[in-house]
């Protein structure tokens, strides 16, 4: 495979390979977040995901802004209340997108390398 077909192969996986998800999926804190609103299946406040993960109040909103930006959560205020829910079908979305691109890509590279020119 030469420079130029791998470029072709990979350019879908560039586009889905976002450092904003994956800076909001690497922290530990944030995937407990997480879970726990997915897991929840409605809209919880700040308190609530709090309480249900055992973290801490005070860093939990933080989180909560950047797995938004992230396009995981969404939030809904009413009054002085802060409700987050997962982005389910985004998730889902994005996930099956990155894998379909990867399989995409990674068959028609095994195949030209064959001969072990990157020792695959």
């Known amino acids: 495979m030469t420079a130029r077909q791998a470029f072709a192969c990979t350019k879908p996986v560039d586009d889905l ?17 997480l879970s726990c609103i997915i897991k929840c299946g409605r809209p919880c406040s700040v308190g609530e995901i709090a309480a249900c993960c055992a973290v801490d109040l005070s860093v939990v909103s933080r989180h909560l802004a950047v797995l938004a930006r992230a396009g995981l959560a969404e939030s809904s205020k009413s009054g002085r209340t802060v409700r987050y829910g997962a982005r389910h079908a985004h998730l889902c ?28």
């Open 17 to 33: 390979l976002d450092p904003a998800l994956f800076k909001a999926l690497g922290d530990p804190t944030r995937i407990k977040l």
């Open 93 to 120: 979305q994005t996930l099956r997108a990155l894998a379909d691109a990867v399989e995409e890509c990674v068959p028609s590279r095994l195949a030209a390398c064959e001969g072990g020119c990157c020792g695959c």
